[in-house]
């Protein structure tokens, strides 16, 4: 990985976003895949246990708070750019929830991350990840993050268009 890459992610920080996914859903989300999101993504930098079943679990350097222009700061709601980049690079599972952990991507990294195997910094993002599913689990969910108002702002699945694919996808077949 490039110098410039490496320090495009030295500032990363991980978010929260909780929903429920169709098992058809969260299927499309394996290991190495790269996908854009074609509209602000929302999550928090809040943790907390689950909300939702599922979580998409994202580590970035390039999410914006915007505490100070929401109605609701207590949400902790930060959002993506139009247009971002997100690498699936874990998963996990329990018997009642699954985090899907996505790497997001700068535009002008993106041909050093279309390789089927993790990096050793994908990898070290993925274990922290896993950590932090493990605490999700033994911890109870943020009260600001269980209102009607603040899930119904997740409820689209990151990516993906209303027939159930990406927007647009790179992925390998391993």
Known sequence: MSPE???AFAECGAFYRDTVLPTTILSLYKTGTLFRELT???ATYKFGGFAAADRYLIISANAHCIDELSEHPEWGL???QTGSIFKVIGHHQSDRH???TLLEVPEEFLDEFLTPDL???EQYFSRGAEEQFQAALQTEALEEHQTRLWLDRLIFPVGVDDDGHFFECWHHSN
Do not use: K, L, R, T
Request: glycine content about 0%; proline content about 0%.
């Open 40 to 42: 602000f993504c929302d």
């Open 98 to 100: 699954s985090q899907i």
């Open 78 to 80: 930060c959002v993506w």
């Open 119 to 121: 990096s050793e910094m």
């Open 5 to 7: 890459a490496q320090a």
